[in-house]
């Protein structure tokens, strides 16, 4: 599976937008970009995936460059319940998920 | 909507001891997989298995052993358990590809 790149952490204002990068430049064609967050120690929850196009649901929207070398989570509007380890991963298929260091976000009031 | 069940919530067991870890994944879900998190790390794969067959592998002791059940459902056995397994048991069941996780069971060896 590609290996992904985010950056460390990051700070959010609340009733904000959060705009969560995410590095993917080796990605293969047949790749999905999936998005998963971790509230302390809870279950991993999925939030979004996405192959080439641009993705909105009722948590998110992911959207894709167009060389599919990056993307970006965004969460329209952040709360404090958002404050989380969000995991960029890509991966095919039915695949294992590879978790990497992910971005510690903090969302302030 | 109905969740990925994992049993039981939090275990404590003494060092060379069993444990068995218990997982229901979601109704119609035909792949599970297993996941372990380390105190401050992030979730490693375990292992996984689709219609009741091994389908992946990770980096899995062999002391661990895990099946999936007629009824779809996982268990995770765990021998000989050492200070080292003390971790989080994260259970995923998926359909297709997206994989939906459960509350995870926290074990800590004594």
């Known amino acids: 599976d590609a290996k992904t790149t985010q950056p460390t952490s990051m700070d959010c204002a609340e009733g904000r937008a959060a705009n969560l990068p995410c590095n993917h430049s080796t990605i293969s064609g047949n790749e999905y970009v999936y998005w998963y967050r971790q509230i302390h120690s809870q279950g991993p929850q999925y939030i979004i995936h996405?192959?080439?196009n641009n993705e909105t649901n009722e948590m998110a929207s992911l959207i894709i460059t167009e060389d599919r070398k990056s993307s970006t989570l965004i969460l329209p509007h952040a709360t404090l319940r958002d404050t989380a380890v969000y995991y960029c991963?890509?991966?095919?298929?039915?695949?294992?998920?590879?978790f990497g260091a992910g971005t510690t976000v903090t969302v302030r009031a | 909507a109905a969740g990925v069940i994992q049993s039981p919530r939090h275990l404590i067991k003494e060092k060379r001891e069993t444990a068995t870890l218990k997982c229901y994944p979601i109704?119609?879900?035909?792949?599970v997989y297993w996941y372990q998190q380390g105190p401050g790390q992030d979730p490693q794969f375990l292992i996984s298995?689709?219609?009741?067959?091994?389908?992946d592998k990770g980096s899995i002791p062999d002391r661990f052993s895990a099946q999936q059940f007629s009824d779809y459902h996982s268990e995770l056995n765990m021998s000989s358990l050492e200070l080292g397994d003390s971790a989080l048991y994260f259970c995923?069941?998926?359909?297709?590809?997206?994989?939906?996780f459960g509350p995870g069971t926290r074990l800590l060896v004594l």
């Open positions: 995923a069941s998926s359909f297709e590809e997206t994989q939906y």
């Open positions: 991963i890509v991966k095919k298929g039915d695949y294992k998920l590879s």
């Open positions: 996405g192959l080439k």
């Open positions: 298995f689709y219609e009741k067959m091994q389908s």
């Open positions: 109704p119609r879900h035909d792949t």
